[in-house]
């Protein structure tokens, strides 16, 4: 099973109601790829996790990284696993500047820590461990 990890941050401030347009865009469009994942966002930056297929999903990384709704893509982390990490999730997604997410057992004031590549270039994994750790308590 191919995954990829990125980071990018969006071109303006979106609002719950966009998120959740785009959130119900992805989910469906990933659906019918075959593709899951998680999408968390924090003020401004997006960071997401995609598996599947690896053509499919680097074909869908492409179309993603041209969208103009976001920019400064990082690749942070690609690679096979045995199995998904988030099997039966089109899309699992958590805005991490809600209150509910503060409230999840584990909540650290890491997130505070903008969702860039910087942050997470020295030491790519910690991106997958952040992800898996809201698959884990949502």
Not at 18 to 36: G, P, V
Not at 71 to 90: A, H, V, Y
Request: proline share 4%; aromatic share 10%.
């Amino acid at each position: 099973m191919f995954f990829l990890t990125y980071a990018s941050t969006a071109v303006r401030d979106l609002s719950k109601a966009d998120l959740n347009e785009l959130l119900a865009q992805c989910r469906k469009n990933n659906a019918e790829l075959d593709i899951t994942g998680m999408l968390l966002y924090k003020g401004g930056n997006f960071m997401q996790v995609l598996e599947g297929e690896e053509s499919t999903v680097r074909s869908l990384y492409a179309k993603i990284s041209g969208d103009p709704r976001h920019k400064g893509e990082i690749l942070l982390q690609q690679g096979t696993q045995e199995e998904r990490q988030f099997p039966g999730w089109s899309m699992g997604y958590r805005d991490l500047e809600s209150q509910e997410a503060r409230s999840i057992p584990g909540y650290s004031e890491f997130l505070n820590t903008p969702l860039t590549g910087q942050e997470f270039s020295a030491d790519p994994g910690r991106a997958q461990k952040l992800l898996l750790s809201f698959k884990r308590n949502m």
